[in-house]
């Protein structure tokens, strides 16, 4: 594999030997190599975790300079290049495949060499002399691939993590309004997919957004490890070739430039090696997924019909179901949410075996865990607010459908037990199934409960809330005539 094509170049020289760069290039020869061994996929490092590094580099430059290591003009152009890879400007940040040498040590020095590069053109010199400041000895001063790396995956998640924390809230928001328009709206509650006791529209929607509220509560509890930081800790985490002030100086340059509370790690040998942390933030963005996807089902399936199934809500029409069927319309929005979830728990568990990979000082796995998390913060934030926006909003309970129902179902039955008891309350459903005949003309044929008392003890007001058991209306149903007759006849 050559690498892309080069027009005019320039020659670059290190411990391998010479080689040709493209002169236009803000990259160096570190890069060029890299670019030429690695072409998996077509894939580039994610954004938010190229501008991590540029914010390491800021900060160290700015560290640096302050401890007296290098100069402080040499330390502004640096930051000056880092702000310009912040905002996007220069291609050349990240022109490497996501698949590369572990510790992530290629993309690393990708953004080392274009820093570099723009800091000397700052500062008068050429592209790729590297004088005076140079990507190893200035830019990557006190660092190493093995500390920036991790530590520019926590940023990256950091930055992240708030637009999902945002669509998560505004999702939640959304089942919370539904839950108070249709909070009186009876309808049948289904477990093992078969009819089971009455429920409230306003309780299963308050359902999901309490679930979607606990998934994000328990991802942030995750996220906020991140934080803690093994930046100084260079090559194994003994702190070899950073200045003893490195440490503190940097972690509070890069705290006021990310706009994020960063805190030190116990042991920077640790951090090294352990991507628990990047794993358990992975973990936690499955929880998510995991809970979404169950609502999506459920869309789908109480949506299901409209004529022959379930058909208790209508979802809002976004496109032509069928590319044979006329008129025909699906649950898209759903179907497409639910294939991120399990696209996010394909990245978790990348994430899990990459985090376990990690060998002696270091795990060398880094670059896989950034590229299916940053993949997995995007589609999850995306797939919410798809489902919000196209779905949530314009979801219409077809009350009368569901009315209709638990009308014509035994769901109702349950409330009776306490009652009459298990035994015999199963008997009338097994008649009222045979006979197709409502459960209560079924009661008041075999004259068990009083049609006052009955029509108390079925109100749909009642049905979906705790409510004390009335012992004296019990005792007066068991001990009439015509329950120790049925009971009799049933052999109970």
């Known amino acids: 594999m050559s690498g892309p094509p080069m027009t005019s170049i320039r020659q670059e020289r290190d411990s391998l030997g010479t080689k040709a760069v493209p002169a236009e290039a803000l990259y160096g020869v570190f890069t060029r190599r890299a670019l030429e ?289 006329p008129g025909k319309v699906n649950p898209s929005v759903p179907e497409a949410v639910q294939m991120v979830a399990f696209q996010v728990a394909a990245h978790d568990h990348a994430i899990a075996l990459a985090a376990a990979a990690g060998e002696l000082e270091l795990n060398v796995m880094s670059p896989l865990v950034a590229l299916n998390l940053g993949d997995a913060f995007d589609l999850l934030t995306g797939a919410v607010r798809l489902l919000r926006e196209r779905c949530v909003h314009g979801l219409r309970v077809d009350r009368d459908r569901s009315r209709a129902l638990v009308a014509g179902s035994l769901v109702t039955a349950t409330a009776l037990s306490p009652y009459l008891g298990y035994e015999v309350v199963a008997e009338l459903v097994k008649e009222a199934l045979a006979t197709r005949r409502p459960l209560t003309d079924v009661i008041a044929a075999h004259d068990l409960v009083p049609r006052d008392a009955l029509a108390r003890l079925l109100n749909p007001g009642t049905l979906t809330e705790p409510e004390a058991v009335d012992v004296v209306l019990r005792r007066r149903i068991q001990r009439a005539p015509g329950y120790a007759r049925f009971r009799a006849a049933r052999g109970l």
């Not at 291609?91 to 590069?117: C, I, K, R, S, Y």
């Not at 005076?132 to 200035?138: D, F, G, L, R, S």
């Open 37 to 325: 061994t690695f072409q998996l996929s077509d894939r580039r490092p994610h954004p938010a975790l190229i501008r991590a590094y540029a914010r390491v580099k800021k900060a160290a430059a700015r560290a640096n300079a302050t401890l007296g290591l290098i100069p402080r003009r040499w330390a502004d152009a640096i930051a000056w290049a880092a702000d310009r890879v912040l905002a996007g400007e220069i291609p050349d940040a990240a022109v490497l495949d996501a698949f590369q040498a572990g510790a992530g040590t290629p993309m690393h020095m990708n953004v080392n060499e274009v820093l570099a590069n723009l800091a000397n053109e700052r500062l008068g010199g050429r592209r790729g002399r590297y004088v005076p400041v140079h990507p190893n000895n200035h830019v990557n001063l006190g660092q190493s691939s093995n500390d920036v790396t991790p530590t520019a995956i926590r940023l990256m998640a950091l930055e992240l993590a708030p637009p999902l924390e945002r669509e998560l809230r505004a999702l939640e928001r959304a089942f919370r309004r539904l839950a108070a328009r249709e909070r009186r709206v009876l309808k049948p509650g289904r477990t093992h997919l078969q009819d089971a006791v009455p429920i409230t529209w306003g309780q299963v929607f308050t359902g999901y957004a309490q679930a979607i509220g606990a998934a994000r509560d328990a991802f942030r509890v995750a996220a906020d490890e991140l934080r803690v930081i093994g930046l100084g800790g260079t090559a194994a985490g003994t702190g070899l070739t950073a200045h003893p002030r490195f440490r503190r100086l940097v972690i509070r340059e890069l705290s006021r430039d990310a706009g994020v509370r960063l805190e030190p790690a116990p042991s920077t040998v640790t951090t090294t090696w352990s991507l628990r942390p990047l794993s358990a933030c992975a973990a936690g963005l499955r929880g998510i997924a995991v809970d979404l996807g169950k609502i999506c089902f459920d869309l789908r399936l109480l949506a299901s019909g409209p004529h022959t199934a379930i058909a208790e809500i209508v979802l809002p029409e976004v496109e032509p179901g069928s590319s044979i069927m």
